[in-house]
């Protein structure tokens, strides 16, 4: 399962795993985790699960991958009475600061759907990555966005008919050519571990005093990009796509407690994208998560100004002039 990168941001979350907005993202290709699972009856006494990361025991990872489990099992109960060997590894490297939870989460899930299916032999494929998409959000509410491409709506909204805050869809709209291999390079400003975690992230926006706003513009972003994405009308896509990725930044600036995640060079990079955009109309702007690296996003046609001007201008911002090439893709595969 890939990665995703959120265009239209999702910020704040209530009940279980459920969104207080709904969001859009591109699906990516080269940032994937690889999962394998294999299921056996679980006798009394053994414990749920083993995992491999890498070929190696990380029990790091295992209270994640617990509380998924007891997340996910009302919704699956024959879980209960089976033993999962779980063996992953991810495409990108560990520690760059590319958060692996939506892929990771997404291709656990779709391991576990694809197990789950022959209780359902009727199940269509589409029931199936549905089922997938809402397993994965239990996991990690953007995990919800991983499962098929290239772009996939979670939330309930106006501007698409079958949203829902459940699971994520790729809404069956038309998108201009340009996005379908639209290119994101990430910019790693800093490879360490994420400063504020998810669930504490999600949590500044209960009792924020901007919140129903920012839900609110959500809501409308995702009408505005949804007309920018389908005419293929790039200063729009650049104006919605900047303005998202700095109010996530303006809410953590704002909450109690308060977060600064950008760093000197992170600014620098958002300084210099303006600067070349004005000084060469090439339609390259960028987007951010919840961290200090920066996802530079333009159209494939040009690819080789822009490559040469990360190479000569930007990679002085990284750490180690590290960054990682990728671009839109069409989802989870089954190998
Ligand atoms: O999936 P979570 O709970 O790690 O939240 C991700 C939130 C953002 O990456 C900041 C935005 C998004 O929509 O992906």
Redesign the pocket.
């Given at each position: 399962a890939p990665s995703n990168i959120?265009l239209v941001?999702?910020?704040g979350k209530h009940g279980q795993q459920l969104p207080q907005n709904p969001?859009i993202?591109f699906t990516l290709s080269q940032c994937v985790t690889t999962t394998a699972v294999s299921f056996s009856p679980r006798q009394t006494g053994e414990t749920a699960f083993d995992f491999l990361f890498e070929q190696k025991k990380q029990p790091a990872f295992h209270p994640k991958i617990q509380q998924f489990l007891e997340r996910i099992t009302p919704y699956f109960p024959a879980l209960e009475g089976h033993r999962l060997s779980i063996s992953s590894q991810n495409s990108f490297p560990h520690s760059s600061g590319i958060?692996s939870?939506?892929s990771a989460m997404a291709a656990l899930a779709l391991c576990i759907v694809d197990f789950e299916k022959q209780f359902h032999p009727l199940w269509t494929e589409e029931a199936a990555l549905q089922k997938a998409s809402f397993l994965a959000r239990l996991g990690?509410?953007?995990?919800a966005r991983s499962i098929a491409g290239p772009l996939m709506v979670w939330g309930q909204s106006k501007a698409f008919p079958q949203s829902n805050d459940h699971y994520a869809i790729a809404p069956a709209v038309e998108w201009h050519p340009i996005f379908h291999d639209y290119q994101d390079t990430v910019l790693i400003v800093d490879k360490g571990q994420k400063k504020v975690s998810?669930t504490l992230g999600?949590g500044l926006m209960q009792g924020h005093p901007f919140a129903a706003q920012r839900f609110e513009q959500a809501h409308s972003h995702l009408e505005e990009i949804k007309a920018a994405l389908t005419t293929g009308d790039l200063e729009r896509f650049i104006d919605l796509t900047e303005a998202e990725a700095l109010t996530?930044h303006a809410m953590m600036m704002t909450s109690n407690p308060r977060f600064v995640l950008m760093q000197p060079n992170t600014l620098a990079l958002l300084q210099k994208v303006w600067d070349f955009r004005a000084q060469t109309d090439l339609p390259l702007c960028f987007t951010l998560?919840?961290g200090a690296n920066v996802h530079l996003l333009y159209p494939r046609q040009d690819r080789n100004p822009i490559m040469d001007f990360i190479q000569k201008e930007l990679l002085v911002h990284c750490q180690q002039g590290q960054y990682i090439e990728d671009q839109v893709g069409n989802g989870a595969k089954k190998n």
């Amino acid at each position: 399962a890939p990665s995703n990168i959120a265009l239209v941001k999702y910020w704040g979350k209530h009940g279980q795993q459920l969104p207080q907005n709904p969001s859009i993202s591109f699906t990516l290709s080269q940032c994937v985790t690889t999962t394998a699972v294999s299921f056996s009856p679980r006798q009394t006494g053994e414990t749920a699960f083993d995992f491999l990361f890498e070929q190696k025991k990380q029990p790091a990872f295992h209270p994640k991958i617990q509380q998924f489990l007891e997340r996910i099992t009302p919704y699956f109960p024959a879980l209960e009475g089976h033993r999962l060997s779980i063996s992953s590894q991810n495409s990108f490297p560990h520690s760059s600061g590319i958060a692996s939870s939506a892929s990771a989460m997404a291709a656990l899930a779709l391991c576990i759907v694809d197990f789950e299916k022959q209780f359902h032999p009727l199940w269509t494929e589409e029931a199936a990555l549905q089922k997938a998409s809402f397993l994965a959000r239990l996991g990690s509410g953007s995990a919800a966005r991983s499962i098929a491409g290239p772009l996939m709506v979670w939330g309930q909204s106006k501007a698409f008919p079958q949203s829902n805050d459940h699971y994520a869809i790729a809404p069956a709209v038309e998108w201009h050519p340009i996005f379908h291999d639209y290119q994101d390079t990430v910019l790693i400003v800093d490879k360490g571990q994420k400063k504020v975690s998810s669930t504490l992230g999600h949590g500044l926006m209960q009792g924020h005093p901007f919140a129903a706003q920012r839900f609110e513009q959500a809501h409308s972003h995702l009408e505005e990009i949804k007309a920018a994405l389908t005419t293929g009308d790039l200063e729009r896509f650049i104006d919605l796509t900047e303005a998202e990725a700095l109010t996530l930044h303006a809410m953590m600036m704002t909450s109690n407690p308060r977060f600064v995640l950008m760093q000197p060079n992170t600014l620098a990079l958002l300084q210099k994208v303006w600067d070349f955009r004005a000084q060469t109309d090439l339609p390259l702007c960028f987007t951010l998560d919840a961290g200090a690296n920066v996802h530079l996003l333009y159209p494939r046609q040009d690819r080789n100004p822009i490559m040469d001007f990360i190479q000569k201008e930007l990679l002085v911002h990284c750490q180690q002039g590290q960054y990682i090439e990728d671009q839109v893709g069409n989802g989870a595969k089954k190998n």
